[in-house]
């Protein structure tokens, strides 16, 4: 991840000649913005706000503890089975790259297929393709509460069999 990180710095944009400026912004007009004391007017502008996960409210998830897609890359231990929570781009992403690294994953999503946004004919074939790697998929299913037992975190699925896992990856 460090190595990569320079190409998205804002220095990198600099060097490229976009002015970059940091901080709280607020549209005054249709080619106004207002970042902290400056006021910037613009033909064309990019937001770029960068994205923080989203943690569901579901009951014990913060006492057993889980993962996102940001604190993923900060473990020094692959864990022997995941369950992810999520079917997106972001969750199908770190759940094809566990399950290559060895780790065996479960995926749970509410909708009723992956990639539920997205072209229901490619996110049928690629089920089936990382069905084939080895990933396990729970459809239709809400994750309704998280407990810490023996060891293990325990996922309970609205009108489901509960799923025991080593680690829990939020990336809904």
């Known amino acids: 991840r460090a190595g990569i990180a320079h190409v998205d710095s804002a220095s990198r944009f600099r060097d490229l000649g976009v002015d970059v400026f940091l901080g709280d912004g607020q ?4 080619d106004t913005v207002q970042v902290g004391e400056t006021t910037l007017k613009f033909k064309k502008a990019v937001i770029a706000t960068g994205a923080r996960p989203f943690v569901p409210p579901i009951e014990g998830l913060e006492e057993a503890g889980y993962l996102t897609y940001e604190s993923l ?3 020094d231990t692959l864990p ?4 992810v929570l999520g079917a997106g781009p972001i969750g199908l992403e770190m759940a094809q ?13 509410m909708q009723d297929r992956i990639l539920p946004n997205d072209d229901p004919d490619v996110a049928e074939r690629l089920k089936a393709l990382l069905e084939a790697e080895g990933l396990h998929f729970r459809l239709g299913a ?3 509460a998280v407990r810490a ?6 996922v309970e699925v609205e009108g489901g069999t509960p ?10």
């Open 142 to 144: 809400r994750a309704t």
């Open 149 to 154: 037992e023996e060891g293990t975190k325990v």
């Open 97 to 109: 790259v566990l399950s290559r690294l060895g780790a065996e994953v479960t995926v749970v999503e």
């Open 163 to 172: 799923i025991r896992g080593d680690e829990i990856l939020v990336a809904v």
């Open 27 to 30: 549209f005054i007009d249709s």
């Open 80 to 83: 022997d089975r995941v369950t």
């Open 73 to 75: 890359f900060e473990t």
